[in-house]
């Protein structure tokens, strides 16, 4: 016969509490508050709360420079930078190679929520923010189809106003592999290295946008799918 718990249940509030709402398996919310003396309720409609907590600031911090957009989902903050077109030296490592390769990239948008960091390209060097652009993917290896970044062993910070600049670092210092190299580059659809490896040799400071993979979709499409989702 299996032993009772003799343990007391525990407070549905801590010890420092004064008040509180609590939320009853018919739907009512109620606001308890306590003194020395007694505990005080009264029921509450679900507009009085919203009303409520409707009025507290939210407020996103300084932002870092080329942030497109900032907000929340399901308590996360969400993040998307606009990168101009620029030369990154990148290495590449397979096996026990490894080189490095002076190469442009398109515009970019990096973004991220939680852990995840997401990126994608947009096919105009004179692109003005119009999130009804198509999206490309980005001509990097180890971002999947969706635009998720594969940081390895990589420690990331979770996304935020003054954390984001530092994991687009992370990305740009990491080792590049073989991991999802296909489908990035119209003339190069097998493996995007091979590109990367045809720009640097030739000096080209300039991103054949015209090379770049269409997803499909527009960025901003892109940006609502992969951040204002609910976990």
């Given at each position: 016969m299996p032993r009772k718990s003799m343990l007391a249940t525990p407070p549905l509030f801590p010890n420092n509490a004064r008040a509180g709402l609590v939320f009853t398996d018919d739907g009512q919310i109620i606001y308890c508050s306590q003194n020395k003396h007694s505990i005080q309720r009264k029921g509450l409609s679900p507009e009085t709360v919203a009303s409520v907590f409707i009025k507290a600031p939210v407020w996103s911090g300084f932002l870092p420079?080329?942030?497109?957009?900032?907000?929340?989902?399901?308590?996360?903050?969400w993040l998307a930078l606009c990168i101009p077109a620029s030369?990154?030296?990148?290495?590449?490592?397979?096996?026990?190679?490894?080189?490095?390769?002076?190469?442009?990239?398109?515009?970019?948008?990096?973004?991220?929520?939680?852990?995840?960091?997401?990126?994608?390209?947009?096919?105009?060097?004179?692109?003005?923010?119009d999130p009804r652009v198509a999206a490309f993917h980005a001509p990097f290896p180890n971002v999947n189809e969706k635009g998720l970044v594969c940081f390895g062993t990589n420690i990331l910070p979770p996304c935020s106003p003054q954390t984001i600049l530092d994991a687009w670092q992370i990305f740009l210092n990491s080792p590049f592999n073989n991991h999802n190299i296909e489908n990035k580059s119209k003339q190069y659809p097998q493996d995007i290295r091979e590109l990367w490896r045809a720009l640097s040799k030739q000096n080209i400071l300039r991103f054949p946008c015209d090379d770049l993979m269409p997803i499909g979709n527009s960025i901003g499409r892109e940006l609502e799918r992969a951040l204002m989702r609910n976990y």
């Open positions: 420079p080329d942030v497109w957009c900032w907000g929340k989902a399901d308590g996360a903050e030369v990154h030296t990148l290495l590449l490592a397979d096996d026990n190679n490894a080189a490095r390769f002076t190469v442009p990239m398109p515009p970019v948008i990096f973004a991220g929520t939680r852990l995840e960091y997401y990126i994608w390209a947009v096919g105009d060097k004179a692109w003005t923010r």
